[in-house]
């Protein structure tokens, strides 16, 4: 029988969470179009943010790619395939930690450059700082999770987590499937969870967009400098007089 903290933490706590991002975004795009921005610190630094950055997106792409994969592909697909537990939990393990390494270190990268280059860190406001917090939490759990993992004789997650997010899916949420996994998955899906909760709340929000309009907008036009355009004359200067 589930407790009531079992039932909060996986039958309603995942709602709520959906529900903050979703009315999150909403607010935001309704109240703070200005704000929705990562707010780019390049101009102060950039030697460190193109290392960086690109380290921890490629990493974090690779991230929700797996577990993408791991919790909505069931096992019996795999398996119908020729594709074994066995199989498909090594390439798991190989993927998962080098995806996490990448954007764990990226994300320390990019901690390390915003403490130490003194404009960037006085540009960074209570509110990056608590997104820090929740960032380094989830992708710390998650790469801790499955170094453990790798460590042990090896935790199928696919037979009791895996089924309990589909379940939510169609709001019947199976409860009792996560009460008895490991402490470091339960750990690691709470602070997922409340990432998701804070994040239309930060700059993290501009993960939600594209910039699908600049592929479609006209191009800048700017004035020739031709003389066969302009003529032979020399451009005339604001302070100088007019013969017109």
Do not use: C
């Not at 199989?87 to 798991?92: C, G, I, K, S, V």
């Not at 993927?95 to 994300?107: E, K, N, Q």
């Not at 696919?158 to 379940?167: F, L």
């Amino acid at each position: 029988m589930p407790s009531p903290a079992d039932i909060f933490l996986w039958g309603a706590l995942p709602y709520a969470a959906v529900a903050l991002l979703v009315t999150g975004l909403i607010w935001r795009w309704r109240y703070d179009k200005f704000g929705w921005t990562t707010r780019s610190s390049e101009l102060y630094e950039s030697r460190l943010l193109r290392l960086g950055s690109p380290i921890f997106h490629v990493g974090l792409l690779f991230v929700l790619a797996g577990h993408l994969i791991g919790l909505f592909v069931p096992q019996g697909w795999t398996d119908a395939i020729g594709f074994d537990e066995n199989d498909y939990h090594t390439m798991a393990l190989w993927v998962g930690i080098t995806a996490g390494v990448l954007t764990f270190g990226g994300l320390m990268l990019l901690i390390w450059r915003r403490r130490t280059t003194g404009p960037v860190f006085l540009a960074t406001t209570v509110n990056d700082k608590i997104m820090y917090i929740f960032l380094v939490g989830a992708l710390g759990l998650g790469l801790s999770t499955t170094l453990i993992n790798a460590s042990g004789p090896g935790y199928n997650y696919r037979t009791d987590i895996a089924p309990w997010v589909r379940s939510l899916f169609v709001f019947q949420p199976e409860v009792s499937l996560m009460a008895n996994t490991p402490v470091e998955y339960r750990l690691h899906a709470v602070s997922g969870l409340l990432l998701f909760a804070i994040l239309p709340f930060t700059r993290l929000v501009h993960s939600f967009t594209a910039p699908v309009p600049y592929l479609f907008r006209p191009y800048i036009v700017y004035r020739a400098r031709d003389p066969q355009v302009i003529g032979t004359t020399a451009p005339r200067r604001g302070w100088e007089r007019s013969d017109i």
